[in-house]
C-alpha cells in the first residue's frame, strides 16, 4: 500500500497548510468550528492561526476533540509548548456514556464515563526531571506509557534521543501513521516510537491540555498547535501474505473470499446457511447460544499434525467460540460440537462458562476445560479484533493470545491424561492424541468474526 508523503507547506503564520495529495486540513485557522471540548475546562482559543491551549488551575486533563472519528491515517502536525506543561495529541481515543473495562496483564482496567481515554502522542519537554518523551505514546486513562514503556523502548536512550531532538521554546514537528495495529511517530524527521496494538481500531484526535492541581506556578502555561492536517488511507490489506511471510512457508487458510478449503464438521459440504463471509471477514451468525445446534463447526478439508496457525478474531458482547486442532469429526456423534483440544474464545466478564470449569479453565486464552489461561493475559476490548497463535510441534502445543502465551502442554504425556481424565472430555478414548486432525471453528449461538487464518504446515518441508 502507498502512503503519499506530499511535503508540508510551511508558511509564516500559524494557519493550516494548504490541502493537496489527498491531505485535509483539521483547523482552519480561524475559529474552532467543528472542535468539541471533553475533560476539564482549560481555555482554547484561536491566535494568529494557532490553536492555544491554556492551563487552569484544578480543573482535570482537557481535550478538543475532532467532530468524527478516524482509523488509518496519517497526521501530521507542529506544536511549541512552555517547558512547564505536560501535554499531548490523543488519536484513536473515546469518551464512553457508561463505564467499560478490559483485561491487560491481569489487571482490569475500568475507564469511567465521560473520560477521555486513547492513544496520546506525548508532548512531554520535562527539564525538571531530565525527562524528554516527546514522540512517546501513553495510553491516557488505561494502561499508561506504552513507549517506552510494555510495548517497547529503552527509557534512557528515549530521554537522550527526545533530548538531543527536542527544540526548546520552538516549533517541533510530529508525524504520526497508524495503519492497522501498527502506530509510528517521528520527532522532527527522525523515527521515534513504533508499537503493535490492537486494542483501539478508531477514534477521535483531542489536543490535550494537562490538568494542573496544587501547582500554581503552571497556571497560565501554554501549549500551541498549528499546520494539522491528515491524510486518510486504505484500511491495512486483510487475508494476504507479505513477501516476508511467503518466504517463512506461510500460507492462507482461507482465502478471505470463499469457502475453498473448508467444510462443515457434519459433512462434506461446507455450511448452506449461519457462516458468512463479507468484506474479508468469516462470521459465524447469532443464534441464540446453543453449540453447535445451527449452521455448525466449520473445519478444514486437509488434515495438520506440526504447524503454526495464526488468526484473528473479534467477539461480540457475551459471545462463546473457539478453534480447535486435532479434530475428528467422526468422534462426537450426539449433540454439541466436534471434538478437539480448544482454543478458548470468550466474553469472561459476561459468559457464564467464564465462571465454570475448574480454577477458570473456559476463559478466553484457555485450552478449554483442562488449562487456565494465566491472570497476566491480554484481553482486548469487545469490539476489538484479538490474536491467536497455536504451535504444535510434535505433542507440544502452545498457545498465545495477543502476543502473549498463555497454555503449553504435550499431548499424550501423563500430565495431558490425568487432565483429561478430570475433564468433560474423559469419555472419548485418546482424546487430543491423534497424529494428525482438521483445524475447526466454532459455532456456539454467538456471532464471532475471523479473518487472516493463516498456515505453516511444517510436514511440507
Given at each position: 500500500?502507498?502512503i503519499l508523503?506530499?511535503?508540508?507547506?510551511?508558511?509564516?503564520?500559524?494557519g493550516a497548510?494548504?490541502?493537496?495529495?489527498?491531505?485535509?486540513?483539521?483547523?482552519?485557522?480561524?475559529d474552532?468550528?467543528?472542535?468539541?471540548?471533553?475533560?476539564?475546562?482549560?481555555?482554547?482559543?484561536?491566535?494568529?492561526?494557532?490553536?492555544?491551549?491554556?492551563?487552569?488551575?484544578?480543573?482535570?486533563?482537557?481535550?478538543?476533540?475532532?467532530?468524527?472519528?478516524?482509523?488509518?491515517?496519517?497526521?501530521?502536525?507542529?506544536?511549541?509548548?512552555?517547558?512547564?506543561?505536560?501535554?499531548?495529541?490523543?488519536?484513536?481515543?473515546?469518551?464512553?456514556?457508561?463505564?467499560?473495562?478490559?483485561?491487560?496483564?491481569?489487571?482490569?482496567?475500568?475507564?469511567?464515563?465521560?473520560?477521555?481515554?486513547?492513544?496520546?502522542?506525548?508532548?512531554?519537554?520535562?527539564?525538571?526531571?531530565?525527562?524528554?518523551?516527546s514522540?512517546?505514546i501513553?495510553?491516557?486513562?488505561?494502561?499508561?506509557?506504552?513507549?517506552?514503556?510494555?510495548?517497547?523502548?529503552?527509557?534512557?536512550?528515549?530521554?537522550?534521543?527526545?533530548?538531543?531532538?527536542?527544540?526548546?521554546?520552538?516549533?517541533?514537528?510530529?508525524?504520526?501513521?497508524?495503519?492497522?495495529?501498527?502506530?509510528?511517530?517521528?520527532?522532527?524527521?527522525t523515527?521515534?516510537a513504533?508499537?503493535?496494538?490492537?486494542?483501539?481500531?478508531?477514534?477521535?484526535?483531542?489536543?490535550?491540555?494537562?490538568?494542573?492541581?496544587?501547582?500554581?506556578?503552571?497556571?497560565?502555561?501554554?501549549?500551541?498547535?498549528?499546520?494539522?492536517?491528515?491524510?486518510?488511507?486504505?484500511?491495512?490489506?486483510?487475508?494476504?501474505?507479505?513477501?516476508?511471510?511467503?518466504?517463512?512457508?506461510?500460507a492462507?487458510?482461507?482465502?478471505?473470499?470463499t469457502?475453498?478449503?473448508?467444510?462443515?464438521?457434519?459433512?462434506?459440504?461446507?455450511?448452506?446457511?449461519?457462516?458468512?463471509?463479507?468484506?474479508?471477514?468469516?462470521?459465524?451468525?447469532?443464534?441464540?447460544?446453543a453449540?453447535?445446534?445451527?449452521?455448525?463447526?466449520?473445519?478444514?478439508?486437509?488434515?495438520?499434525?506440526?504447524?503454526?496457525?495464526s488468526?484473528?478474531?473479534?467477539?461480540?458482547?457475551?459471545?462463546?467460540?473457539?478453534?480447535?486442532?486435532?479434530?475428528?469429526?467422526?468422534?462426537?456423534?450426539?449433540?454439541?460440537?466436534?471434538?478437539?483440544?480448544?482454543?478458548?474464545?470468550?466474553?469472561?466478564?459476561?459468559?457464564?462458562?467464564?465462571?465454570?470449569?475448574?480454577?477458570g479453565?473456559?476463559?478466553?486464552?484457555?485450552?478449554?476445560?483442562?488449562?487456565?489461561?494465566?491472570k497476566?493475559?491480554?484481553?482486548?476490548p469487545?469490539?476489538?479484533?484479538?490474536?491467536?497463535?497455536?504451535?504444535?510441534?510434535?505433542?507440544?502445543?502452545?498457545?498465545?493470545?495477543?502476543?502473549?502465551?498463555t497454555?503449553?502442554?504435550?499431548?499424550?504425556?501423563?500430565?495431558?491424561?490425568?487432565?483429561?481424565?478430570?475433564?468433560?472430555?474423559?469419555?472419548?478414548?485418546?482424546?487430543?492424541?491423534?497424529?494428525?486432525?482438521?483445524?475447526?471453528?466454532?459455532?456456539?449461538?454467538?456471532?464471532?468474526?475471523?479473518?487472516?487464518?493463516?498456515?505453516?504446515?511444517?510436514?511440507?518441508?
Amino acid at each position: 500500500m502507498m502512503i503519499l508523503r506530499a511535503p508540508l507547506l510551511l508558511i509564516a503564520t500559524c494557519g493550516a497548510a494548504l490541502a493537496a495529495d489527498g491531505w485535509s486540513n483539521l483547523f482552519n485557522g480561524k475559529d474552532l468550528n467543528g472542535w468539541i471540548q471533553r475533560g476539564g475546562v482549560a481555555k482554547y482559543a484561536v491566535e494568529d492561526g494557532c490553536i492555544v491551549g491554556t492551563s487552569t488551575l484544578n480543573t482535570p486533563n482537557s481535550f478538543l476533540c475532532t467532530g468524527r472519528d478516524y482509523g488509518d491515517f496519517v497526521l501530521e502536525y507542529e506544536f511549541k509548548v512552555d517547558p512547564r506543561l505536560n501535554s499531548g495529541v490523543q488519536i484513536r481515543s473515546h469518551s464512553l456514556t457508561a463505564p467499560g473495562s478490559f483485561v491487560w496483564d491481569g489487571k482490569q482496567i475500568v475507564i469511567p464515563a465521560e473520560r477521555v481515554h486513547g492513544y496520546q502522542i506525548e508532548i512531554d519537554p520535562n527539564p525538571k526531571q531530565d525527562r524528554w518523551w516527546s514522540g512517546g505514546i501513553y495510553d491516557e486513562s488505561r494502561r499508561g506509557w506504552l513507549y517506552p514503556g510494555v510495548l517497547g523502548g529503552d527509557p534512557k536512550a528515549f530521554t537522550d534521543q527526545g533530548r538531543a531532538l527536542f527544540k526548546q521554546g520552538d516549533w517541533n514537528k510530529v508525524r504520526v501513521e497508524a495503519i492497522g495495529d501498527s502506530i509510528k511517530t517521528t520527532l522532527n524527521g527522525t523515527p521515534c516510537a513504533s508499537i503493535r496494538d490492537g486494542v483501539t481500531e478508531s477514534g477521535f484526535i483531542a489536543l490535550q491540555v494537562h490538568g494542573i492541581n496544587k501547582e500554581a506556578d503552571k497556571d497560565g502555561s501554554q501549549v500551541r498547535w498549528r499546520n494539522l492536517r491528515i491524510q486518510e488511507v486504505d484500511a491495512a490489506p486483510q487475508n494476504v501474505l507479505t513477501d516476508a511471510e511467503k518466504a517463512e512457508g506461510w500460507a492462507l487458510l482461507w482465502d478471505g473470499k470463499t469457502n475453498a478449503g473448508w467444510r462443515s464438521a457434519r459433512g462434506p459440504e461446507f455450511p448452506k446457511e449461519g457462516w458468512a463471509m463479507e468484506g474479508g471477514v468469516l462470521v459465524v451468525g447469532e443464534t441464540g447460544g446453543a453449540e453447535s445446534a445451527a449452521a455448525g463447526d466449520i473445519i478444514t478439508k486437509n488434515k495438520f499434525s506440526d504447524f503454526e496457525l495464526s488468526v484473528d478474531f473479534k467477539i461480540t458482547p457475551g459471545a462463546n467460540s473457539g478453534i480447535k486442532i486435532f479434530v475428528d469429526p467422526d468422534m462426537n456423534k450426539g449433540e454439541g460440537s466436534a471434538i478437539g483440544p480448544e482454543f478458548q474464545i470468550l466474553d469472561d466478564e459476561i459468559h457464564p462458562d467464564a465462571k465454570l470449569g475448574r480454577d477458570g479453565n473456559r476463559t478466553i486464552g484457555s485450552l478449554y476445560d483442562l488449562i487456565r489461561a494465566p491472570k497476566n493475559k491480554r484481553i482486548y476490548p469487545v469490539g476489538a479484533w484479538s490474536h491467536a497463535r497455536i504451535l504444535s510441534e510434535g505433542m507440544h502445543v502452545t498457545f498465545w493470545l495477543n502476543g502473549v502465551k498463555t497454555v503449553e502442554f504435550d499431548r499424550k504425556s501423563d500430565e495431558w491424561r490425568k487432565a483429561v481424565a478430570g475433564s468433560k472430555y474423559s469419555k472419548w478414548s485418546a482424546f487430543g492424541e491423534l497424529d494428525e486432525g482438521h483445524i475447526l471453528l466454532q459455532d456456539h449461538g454467538n456471532q464471532v468474526s475471523y479473518r487472516n487464518v493463516k498456515i505453516r504446515d511444517f510436514s511440507k518441508k
